[in-house]
């Protein structure tokens, strides 16, 4: 069964950190380009992080500097550690897995929550 499963949302005090996780099956996870994305009640979703099928990040620049993408071939996870949380960090967070040409899913999201 091909499907992204977050997990480790919640609610945190600014400035506090969390990680959030998506485990991946049905998919070649070592091929493919893992994402991060976020969507605020009332906003569009967008990109907050990447990491590519060598290894290669990006950020976006909001989270540069606070926030770590990293994955794990052998467990076909991706994570992303939040640190210097912020309320405007506040949203759920969507996993995504691409590959060109082969697919393009998105997990169900976890709500992060982060109070002021």
């Known amino acids: 069964q091909v499907q992204l499963v977050e997990s480790g949302g919640g609610l945190v005090q600014a400035g506090g950190s969390l990680r959030i996780s998506c485990a991946a099956s049905g998919i070649s996870f070592s091929f493919a380009t893992m994402g991060w994305y976020r969507q605020a009640p009332g906003k569009q979703r967008g990109l907050v992080a990447s990491?590519?099928?060598?290894?290669?990040?990006t950020y976006v620049t909001s989270v540069k500097g606070r926030f770590t993408i990293s994955k794990d071939n052998a467990k076909s996870t991706v994570y992303l550690q939040m640190d210097s949380l912020r309320p405007e960090d506040t949203a759920v967070y969507y996993c995504?897995?691409?590959?060109?040409?082969?697919?393009?899913?998105w997990g169900q999201g976890t709500q992060v929550s982060v109070s002021s």
């Open positions: 990491i590519s099928s060598s290894g290669r990040t």
């Open positions: 995504n897995a691409e590959r060109p040409g082969s697919y393009f899913l």
